[in-house]
T-cell receptor
Framework: AAGVIQSPRHLIKEKRETATLKCYPI?????VYWYQQGPGQDPQFLIS???????DKGSIPDRFSAQQFSDYHSELNMSSLELGDSALYFC???????????FGQGTRLTVV | DAKTTQPPSMDCAEGRAANLPCNHS???????VYWYRQIHSQGPQYIIH???NNETNEMASLIITEDRKSSTLILPHATLRDTAVYYC????????????????FGQGTILTVHP
């Protein structure tokens, strides 16, 4: 079965650089979620989109932005990267019913 | 979303049943109970969910108390590959039921299955 695809799987950036993470949801899923997981921490919700509109917002820094495109893929843009942004970033998607969210394998971002 | 409470860690012998408890005493009537697990640095994996009836699938069983204030995830025959962090999450559909809200991960249970 098709799963949530995230790219790239690994990314190394320098401080103050910009990074773009991509997420391709499972076909016919209408909601996308982004999560950040720091070392030894639980996943923290960043932002979500339902039918290409932002539906909820968590503790996402102002330096981060995201959008969902017409083909339902989503991108998380991160600017002025800081060392503390080093983390695993997960994307998940869910269908209208029963709303089970499935996660991708994540992007490991390392800021040096 | 209602808050959940889980023990920080549990051990289980391989081949035995693993019973993971979760308290969600403030759960609302329309909130479902979801269980996910995360194997080291992989994406969280959906296991099972339920509203008020007990549920079973190929991975596990979910037992929800009649008052819905607590639940237990049962892995009937634990294997070494079941070693993971297990998260119990309560979640409601958004208003109008047209989409589902975020999953809020709290402190899960680190399950260690040993030979």
């Amino acid at each position: 079965a098709a799963g949530v695809i995230q790219s790239p799987r690994h990314l190394i950036k320098e401080k103050r650089e910009t990074a773009t993470l991509k997420c391709y949801p499972i076909p016919r899923h209408d909601t996308v979620y982004w999560y950040q997981q720091g070392p030894g921490q639980d996943p923290q919700f960043l932002i979500s989109f339902y039918e290409k509109m932002q539906s909820d917002k968590g503790s996402i820094p102002d330096r981060f932005s995201a959008q969902q495109f017409s083909d339902y893929h989503s991108e998380l843009n991160m600017s002025s990267l800081e060392l503390g942004d080093s983390a695993l970033y997960f994307c998940a998607s869910s269908s209208p019913s029963p709303g089970i969210a499935f996660f991708g394998q994540g992007t490991r971002l390392t800021v040096v | 979303d209602a808050k959940t409470t889980q023990p920080p860690s549990m051990d289980c012998a391989e081949g035995r049943a693993a019973n993971l408890p979760c308290n969600h005493s403030t759960i609302s009537g329309n909130e479902y109970v979801y269980w996910y697990r995360q194997i080291h640095s992989q994406g969280p994996q959906y296991i099972i969910h339920g509203l008020k009836n007990n549920e079973t699938n190929e991975m596990a069983s979910l037992i929800i108390t009649e008052d819905r204030k607590s639940s237990t995830l049962i892995l009937p025959h634990a294997t070494l590959r079941d070693t993971a962090v297990y998260y119990c999450i309560v979640r409601a559909p958004n208003a109008g039921g047209t989409s589902y809200g975020k999953l809020t991960f709290g402190q899960g249970t680190i399950l260690t299955v040993h030979p």
